[in-house]
């Protein structure tokens, strides 16, 4: 073997795979806090277990009459694990809450899994498979949804995974902070081509990113699609200013508070919006007939991305 070789042998075996957003230092930081109080929790049980093995062992003449009670021992052993794997779990749920948490700046990609491929759209309507572009540095949020099996969104080398389930919109944000190329895989045994259903990230920096993302785009955006669906379908018909039908302006509605028929109140996020217009009885707004049909069989998941995309777009009265 010559030298260059072992340095790239060297360089190949790492214990954690690459590291390349914001989250995964810290996710870093907490797996290996977890492997240390566990590894911890398990030599300590280690050598108790071996220690009573041969202190006890058959033939010796250690005492075995009663044990004499240490109260002080008992609870210190009882409550320093406790406290320690609350802390634990205190730790893991902010990080967690931070996953779900996103900026209001971040730039929005539309996902839609299918067997066996990513989808992905941006905001001015570029669209990609299998391939998606970021800028470095810039916190972008993803929506996302299946066409049909439950896929799962894993980028490794940003401590990233999500399910992608049909009939709803989960989603994660994140932060690139290297530039480069990372796998995308799913992460969810889908079908007999799960195993291919492969991609990966490219990151870039923001200028390049900017002249990339107008490259050869010819496509309105997403929200440009959505109003164009919303006067197609006849949503207009109903929602629009000045209609004769008494339904809920639906500009600025994203994020919204809404108060329901039944006495419930909701916060109107993308599930919300996705299930009122494909299940529209299931959450009446208090004040409105039920009138509204339901769009399911009419609507694709790309024309529900681009309708949320709209509404997204718009500002209601404050
Ligand atoms: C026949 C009239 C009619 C049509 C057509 C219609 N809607 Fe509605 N929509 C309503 C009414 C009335 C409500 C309020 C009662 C309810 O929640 O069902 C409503 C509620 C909603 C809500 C919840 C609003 C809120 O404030 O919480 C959304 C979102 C919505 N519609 C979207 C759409 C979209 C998108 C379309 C087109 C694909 C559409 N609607 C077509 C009448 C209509
Ligand atoms: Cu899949």
């Not at 730039?107 to 941006?122: D, E, N, R, S, T």
């Not at 389930?165 to 081509?193: D, I, K, M």
């Amino acid at each position: 073997m010559n030298g260059d070789t072992d340095a790239r042998l060297a360089a190949s075996f790492r214990l954690l795979a690459q590291s390349a957003s914001s989250i995964a230092p810290r996710s870093d930081l907490l797996f290996t806090a977890m492997l240390l109080l566990c590894g911890a929790v398990a030599v300590g049980v280690c050598i108790t277990l071996l220690w009573f093995c041969i202190r006890y062992r058959q033939g010796s003449a250690a005492v075995r009459g009663t044990v004499e009670r240490k109260l002080g021992i008992e609870l210190a052993w009882t409550l320093l694990p406790l406290l320690l794997f609350i802390a634990l779990f205190t730790w893991a749920a902010f990080d967690f809450v931070r996953l779900y948490r996103v900026p209001p700046d971040a730039l929005p990609v539309y996902v839609i899994a299918k067997q066996w491929m990513w989808k992905l759209q941006h905001r001015n309507g570029r669209r990609e498979i299998n391939e998606l572009h970021v800028p470095l540095g810039q916190p972008v949020r993803l929506v996302m949804t299946s066409q049909d099996a439950i896929h799962s969104f894993f980028v490794p080398a940003f401590r990233l995974k999500q399910d992608v389930v049909p009939g709803r919109y989960t989603g994660l944000w994140f932060q690139a902070t290297e530039l480069g190329e990372f796998p995308l895989l799913c992460a969810e045994f889908c079908g007999s081509e799960h195993s291919a259903m492969l991609g990966r990230i490219v990151v870039m920096p923001p200028a390049d990113y900017a002249r990339w993302l107008d490259a050869g785009n010819a496509q309105p955006g997403p929200a440009q699609q959505g109003f164009a669906r919303f006067r197609q379908l006849g949503c207009s018909g109903c929602h629009a200013a000045g209609s004769t039908v008494h339904a809920p302006a639906l500009e600025g509605l994203p994020g919204r508070l809404v108060h329901l028929q039944d006495g419930r109140t909701v916060v109107a996020d993308d599930n919300y919006i996705r299930d009122s217009i494909l299940l529209p009885h299931k959450d009446v707004v208090a004040g409105f007939a039920p009138v509204m049909p339901s769009f399911a069989g009419q609507v694709s998941e790309e024309d529900l991305q681009a309708l949320l995309a709209w509404l997204h777009s718009t500002k209601g009265p404050p």
